[in-house]
């Protein structure tokens, strides 16, 4: 490999729309993210109740239910 020619590899501040921050490797000074493990619905285990409350939604919709 040549050398001085790869960037630096550093441990980094991640920060979370959310407010959640971590620390991570990257080359870049410091990462914005969306989403991240404490806010995002499969982590937080709101992807079932998501599913279920668009079926909910779809049933009462098709049966005229309010």
Same mark, same amino acid.
């Given at each position: 490999?040549? #050398?001085?020619?790869?960037?630096?590899?550093?441990?980094? *501040?991640?920060? +979370? =729309? +959310?407010?959640?921050?971590?620390?991570?490797?990257?080359?870049?000074? #410091?990462?914005?993210?969306?989403? +991240?493990?404490? +806010?995002?619905?499969?982590?937080?285990?709101?992807?079932?109740?998501? =599913? =279920?409350?668009?079926?909910? #939604?779809?049933?009462? *919709?098709?049966?005229? *239910? #309010?």
């Amino acid at each position: 490999m040549k #050398e001085k020619i790869h960037p630096k590899y550093q441990i980094v *501040k991640a920060t +979370c =729309a +959310c407010g959640n921050t971590f620390m991570t490797g990257s080359t870049k000074g #410091e990462i914005r993210v969306d989403v +991240c493990s404490k +806010c995002h619905p499969f982590f937080t285990g709101q992807q079932r109740s998501v =599913a =279920a409350r668009g079926r909910i #939604e779809k049933f009462n *919709k098709r049966y005229n *239910k #309010e």
